[in-house]
């Protein structure tokens, strides 16, 4: 199987590779995992006080399809609003990087990965 | 799963069950393989030998799913009717994936250690001792018919099993260089 040039791109110069305190109240913190590859991936957002995201990092262990697609996810969802942040679909992503069908599970992982980090955002701070 | 393939516990005349007699596993399989063996019907029709190949196809799977806790452990859940989507499953237990994360780091980060065999050895030892756990767990959902829960189990020795198989290559490309 051939990656697509933008997967490689990505893969080779990951964007936004990192982590933030995750004790932080505006960082929102998601960790997913597939066990069909056994990737796991951790997405973390940091939102301001108009709910616009001002930062994201990513930390995956997988393909190089699972790395691209958290790489380009964190891309787009800066100077979002959580909600459209949370529209973002696999779909978009799948389009972008021009996935092939073995690898779209990589794309469904980062969605899981943005909505589980805007959920723990909300979480801390409407307690 | 087609549904005319026989029950692998049926085939192995064994109970249905995550507790598996190994040593009557190995010698069961061990006489169904010599009496199926595609060349006992080398002189057979086209459709006897084709069949032949077969059986010994299916006796093979059903040896290395039984064999293993964890495939043993998915095939009595699917006979359950519980459904494993692969492509779309994500496992969300934070705490099971840091660990999963943390164990991925040490062995990323293996070669620039004083003495990466031997922790590659430490992280081999801490997952088999997940492995263990996580397997007797499984044992009592599954006896309790608790399957939701051993389905989220089965998800999660999935991961283990990859990190195992990366980091035993890891151990052997260590091992060459020495």
Known sequence: MSYSHKVIDHYENPRNVGSMNKEDKSVGTGMVGAPACGDVMR?????????VIEDAKFKTYGCGSAIASSSLLTEWVKGKTLEQASQIKNTQIVDELELPPVKIHCSVLAEDAIRAAIEDYKNKNHS | MADNTPNYFTLFDLPV????????????????????????????SDRERRLAVQQAALINQAYQTLRSPLLRGRYLLELQGE?????????VDSAFLMEQMHWRETLGELR???DPLDVVHKLLDAIRTRQTQLEN????????????????LVYKLQFLQRIYQEAELTEGELLDIH
Do not use: M
């Open chain 1, 43 to 51: 997405l973390q957002i940091k939102v301001n006080e108009q709910g």
């Open chain 2, 17 to 44: 069950s995550f507790h598996v007699d190994t040593e009557l596993l190995a010698q069961r399989f061990r006489e169904l393989q010599r009496n199926a063996h595609p060349d006992r019907v080398a002189n057979g």
């Open chain 2, 83 to 91: 459904v494993f989507n692969d492509e779309t499953a994500t496992t």
């Open chain 2, 112 to 114: 620039e250690q004083a």
């Open chain 2, 137 to 152: 767990d499984l044992a009592t959902y599954v006896n309790q018919a608790r399957w939701s829960e051993a389905k989220v």
